[in-house]
């Protein structure tokens, strides 16, 4: 996602939507952090689909989006004129988180770190690590999530053995995996996230039901 054209400011709105993993009010931010994030960042960020936005009577609620969690993998440009320090840090905080703090603690990527509900899973036990990353996108047990939203999670996973796991979960019935029902509302990308399952493509998916 290099090329996205993030200011060191920008990024730092990341880290801290990162830190809070959760839906947050412009005004909480102002509060905690001294943080007041302007439309035009909110909107650039939009556009990147790195975070999502909402208005909250006079403020607007913020949280990082899925491809937001995805970008936090890659490295920043941290460095502003006259904050070089600060930027150094940020830069050694972002690095080693990464490459130091997430080995040890089992943890398949910083999404699952910083999750306010557990995600992690055994070692090699994919299915437990799509059921902790789905009840992490759903809004409650049995609720549909898009593939879409599910597959950026697990970058790390060759698509056809992440697909043969989902198979396998919805084979055994500890999953639900189905066509979008209205078709006209499909995106590129909920396209692009179909699985092929029963000889028609399948863009939903529910556990818990």
């Given at each position: 996602?290099?090329g996205?054209?993030?200011?060191?400011?920008?990024?730092?709105?990341l880290?801290?939507?990162?830190?809070e993993?959760?839906?947050?009010?412009?005004?909480?931010?102002?509060?905690?952090?001294?943080?007041?994030?302007?439309?035009?960042?909110?909107?650039?960020?939009?556009?990147?689909?790195?975070?999502?936005s909402?208005r909250?009577?006079?403020?607007?609620?913020?949280q990082?989006?899925?491809?937001?969690?995805?970008?936090?993998?890659?490295?920043?440009?941290?460095?502003?004129?006259?904050?070089?320090?600060?930027?150094?840090?940020?830069?050694?905080?972002?690095?080693?988180?990464?490459?130091?703090?997430?080995?040890?603690?089992?943890?398949?990527?910083?999404?699952?770190?910083?999750?306010?509900?557990d995600?992690?899973?055994?070692?090699?036990?994919?299915?437990?690590?799509?059921?902790g990353?789905?009840?992490?996108?759903?809004?409650?047990?049995?609720?549909?999530?898009?593939?879409?939203?599910?597959?950026?999670?697990?970058?790390?996973?060759?698509?056809?053995?992440?697909?043969?796991?989902?198979?396998?979960?919805?084979?055994?019935?500890?999953?639900?995996?189905?066509p979008?029902?209205?078709?006209?509302?499909?995106?590129?990308?909920?396209?692009?996230?179909?699985?092929?399952?029963?000889?028609?493509?399948?863009?939903?998916?529910?556990?818990?039901?």
């Amino acid at each position: 996602m290099a090329g996205d054209d993030l200011t060191p400011s920008e990024g730092a709105i990341l880290m801290v939507l990162m830190v809070e993993a959760r839906e947050v009010l412009n005004t909480e931010l102002k509060a905690k952090y001294g943080l007041d994030v302007r439309k035009e960042q909110r909107d650039k960020l939009a556009r990147l689909h790195y975070v999502s936005s909402r208005r909250s009577g006079r403020t607007v609620a913020m949280q990082l989006d899925d491809k937001g969690w995805v970008r936090m993998q890659s490295d920043f440009d941290f460095n502003a004129r006259g904050a070089k320090a600060l930027g150094a840090a940020l830069t050694a905080l972002h690095t080693h988180l990464r490459e130091r703090v997430l080995d040890r603690s089992g943890a398949a990527n910083l999404t699952e770190l910083f999750a306010r509900t557990d995600m992690r899973a055994p070692a090699g036990d994919l299915s437990a690590r799509i059921a902790g990353t789905y009840r992490a996108l759903a809004d409650e047990p049995g609720a549909w999530v898009s593939l879409r939203r599910l597959r950026p999670f697990f970058a790390d996973v060759p698509r056809a053995e992440l697909d043969e796991a989902l198979g396998e979960l919805s084979d055994s019935g500890r999953a639900n995996i189905v066509p979008e029902s209205n078709q006209q509302t499909l995106t590129a990308a909920d396209r692009d996230a179909a699985l092929r399952l029963g000889g028609q493509e399948n863009h939903l998916l529910a556990i818990g039901v």
